[in-house]
């Protein structure tokens, strides 16, 4: 069983900071890219931002400068840093990994339970 844990979400006012975590647990072999979504009310899923096992990352045009995803390999645990929040940031933000699991060998695509983030004006 392989899952992902995030933490981090909350509501914050329009300015300012969070950081999300997510964590990666189980019978795990390798995790590759990792990456957040977010999915405002109403709204499709989006992109925010990835992250490979090489730390090579994209992001969303929307959060560039903004927003900083990292990750620590040991830990097989991905970051968001968010800051200068603004209110169109509110949503449910969403982790996500590729993930080779052990016993048995399979990839998996894995998503979190979903954190909420709230930015007020």
């Known amino acids: 069983q392989v899952q992902l844990v995030e933490s981090g979400g909350g509501l914050v006012q329009a300015g300012g900071s969070l950081r999300l975590s997510c964590a990666a647990s189980?019978?795990?072999?390798?995790?590759?890219?990792m990456g957040w979504y977010r999915q405002a009310p109403g709204k499709q899923r989006e992109l925010v931002a990835t992250?490979?096992?090489?730390?090579?990352?994209n992001y969303t045009d929307s959060v560039k400068g903004r927003f900083t995803i990292s990750r620590d390999n040991t830990k097989n645990a991905v970051y968001l840093q968010m800051n200068s929040l603004k209110p169109e940031d509110t949503a449910v933000y969403y982790c996500?990994?590729?993930?080779?699991?052990?016993?048995?060998?399979?990839?998996?695509?894995?998503w979190g339970q979903g954190t909420l983030v709230t930015v007020s004006s």
């Open positions: 996500n990994a590729a993930i080779l699991s052990s016993a048995p060998y399979r990839n998996l695509d894995i």
């Open positions: 189980g019978s795990i072999f390798v995790v590759n890219t």
């Open positions: 992250i490979t096992r090489i730390f090579k990352t």
